[in-house]
T-cell receptor, first 114, second 110 residues
Framework: DADVTQTPRNRITKTGKRIMLECSQT?????MYWYRQDPGLGLRLIYY???????NKGEISDGYSVSRQAQAKFSLSLESAIPNQTALYFC?????????????FGDGTRLSIL | GQNIDQPTEMTATEGAIVQINCTYQ??????LFWYQQHAGEAPTFLSY????GLEEKGRFSSFLSRSKGYSYLLLKELQMKDSASYLC???????????FGKGTKLSVIP
């Protein structure tokens, strides 16, 4: 079984819909992250959380919200989806020790908004 | 800014050696990651350099020069499965300071 699991793997939806992407991990890591990846732009950080009570905005948080329900679960919501949020979304985790710890990524969620 | 510069695309022949270069801003620098990402898949960790010099891991090696703001990933005995994007990622000071490069798409040809 994967250490970092994202659901769904693929989603097609319409503009204005509310969408939740879920992430769960079995690595026991405190730190969790949500990224989006667009062709030619690389990975960009949306939100990150260093423990259950800690939520921080990343580079591109507008239009997104997150919830850290437990150490193992970190979900990303799009309250009212728009077409330019079409992208590949990745959840990642890392161990304590600062930004010198490698990140472990889920398999991604491919989201298309029509 | 903390821009990462790496070539967009490279092509190399199976069995050959290829070097993928990366330059980054040195101010507030901690260390440098390399990740491999096959098309449509998750990035996977390859290496992390914090000290100057070359670190070897099998067919893959990574080099860092802190004073020059320069790193490279060296892939030897290229195989077709090495066709992927290689991401250079700068780690900086602060609670979260990762900057991802846009990736170098490597195509290995027979």
């Amino acid at each position: 079984d994967a250490d970092v699991t994202q659901t769904p793997r693929n989603r097609i939806t319409k503009t204005g819909k509310r969408i939740m992407l879920e992430c769960s991990q079995t690595k026991g890591h405190d730190r969790m992250y949500w990224y989006r990846q667009d062709p030619g732009l690389g990975l960009r950080l949306i939100y990150y959380s260093f423990d259950v009570k800690d939520i921080n905005k990343g580079e591109i948080s507008d239009g997104y919200s997150v919830s850290r329900q437990a150490q193992a679960k970190f979900s990303l919501s799009l309250e009212s989806a728009i077409p330019n949020q079409t992208a590949l979304y990745f959840c990642a985790t890392s161990g304590a020790g600062g930004s010198n710890q490698p990140q472990h990524f889920g398999d991604g969620t491919r989201l298309s908004i029509l | 800014g903390q821009n990462i510069d790496q070539p967009t695309e490279m092509t190399a022949t199976e069995g050959a050696i290829v070097q993928i270069n990366c330059t980054y801003q040195t101010s507030g620098f901690n260390g440098l990651f390399w990740y491999q990402q096959h098309a449509g898949e998750a990035p996977t960790f390859l290496s992390y350099n914090v000290l100057d010099g070359l670190e070897e891991k099998g067919r893959f090696s990574s080099f860092l020069s802190r004073s020059k703001g320069y790193s490279y990933l060296l892939l030897k005995e290229l195989q077709m499965k090495d066709s992927a994007s290689y991401l250079c990622v700068r780690s900086g000071a602060g609670s979260y300071q990762l900057t991802f490069g846009k990736g170098t798409k490597l195509s290995v040809i027979p």
